[in-house]
């Protein structure tokens, strides 16, 4: 226990990041200062219950219940927060093979998670196991490159959500990641992928020109990066390769980051990747602060749950 609460606490004191030039102190402790928390995870896989104490990887690590006290705990200390899931949070645990979702959802409504995206696993009931848990799900699937148009999903999902939270308009869009040769064709029937760049770019067009949002997330299932498939598309691709996104929240690679990866964009600003691993494990915060004329600045890091 001790060991972990010192990787934690390491990690928080190794998170500050700048955006746009602007360092953090410069502003975050003015009063005039408004702070913006984004918490999130991907990945989950049906994982309910925390890992045992005797797993030799994750002991006594997870689990839905200490995920709530925590988010509930960092809801007190700031209001204006979101949380989002970057997609998977289907199969890998009985509880998925049972209820088929419908746990799962519930949980995270009861959480009170305000959007997530869909992962390739997300269908694995088949695109109708999907849409029958639907009903369970109290947040919104934003979901920017799948067109369900000739699916039973058709208008079940949005391809971005605009939220105003203390005066600041947040845009968030999906990407998920292509379901061809990942998921069995009958699962995901008339679903048609579209180009995760050219919608990235439109999204980032609405959001920022037609919404003028002050801050734009990406929640992504495309992979933070493939060492083995350098020219695969990937979070960091994506971000390298667009503009006006602050922050894409990543999963499908499991990959564990103790703070967000900071990455220039096509026009050399700064932006942050992130991703907590798997299973619930961790759960990520990123902090935003703006000033009183919107410029902006984080602190981002992973929470041991």
């Given at each position: 226990m001790k060991r972990r609460d010192f990787i934690q606490q390491a990690s928080a004191t190794t998170a500050l990041i700048s955006l746009g030039g602007i360092g953090l102190h410069s502003f975050s402790n003015k009063p005039s200062a408004k702070q913006i928390t984004i918490l999130h995870t991907n990945d989950v896989h049906s994982h309910i219950d925390p890992f045992g104490p005797d797993d030799g990887k994750y002991p006594n690590m997870g689990g839905v219940a200490r995920r709530a006290s925590l988010i509930e705990s960092i809801r007190r200390e700031n209001p204006n927060t979101l949380l989002l899931d970057a997609g998977d949070i289907f199969q890998g645990t009985p509880y998925f093979n049972y209820y088929g979702g419908e746990l799962e959802f519930k949980l995270m409504s009861m959480l009170k998670y305000d959007a997530a995206t869909l992962g390739n696993h997300d269908f694995d009931a088949g695109i109708d196991g999907l849409y029958a848990q639907l009903p369970h799900a109290k947040f919104d699937f934003i979901c920017s490159n799948y067109d369900f148009s000739n699916t039973i999903m058709d208008t079940h999902t949005k391809p971005y959500k605009v939220f105003t939270v203390d005066g600041i308009k947040i845009g968030i869009f999906g990407l998920g990641i292509k379901l061809k040769g990942l998921v069995d064709s009958d699962n995901y029937k008339e679903t048609t992928y579209l180009d995760p760049i050219e919608t990235a770019q439109e999204m980032t067009r609405i959001l920022k020109t037609e919404n003028a949002c002050d801050l734009i997330i990406c929640l992504s299932h495309l992979g933070y990066h493939y060492?083995?498939?350098?020219?695969?598309?990937?979070?960091?691709?994506?971000?390298?390769?667009?503009?006006?996104?602050?922050?894409?929240?990543?999963?499908?690679?499991?990959?564990?980051?103790?703070?967000?990866?900071?990455?220039?964009?096509?026009?050399?600003?700064?932006?942050?990747v992130n991703q907590v691993g798997w299973h619930g494990i961790n759960l990520g915060r990123i902090d935003f602060y703006f000033d009183s004329d919107k410029n902006k600045s984080a602190n981002g890091t992973s929470i041991i749950v």
């Open positions: 060492k083995k498939e350098p020219n695969k598309l990937c979070d960091l691709k994506v971000a390298s390769l667009t503009k006006d996104i602050d922050l894409i929240i990543g999963g499908h690679t499991h990959t564990f980051l103790p703070k967000p990866t900071v990455v220039k964009n096509s026009e050399e600003k700064s932006m942050l």
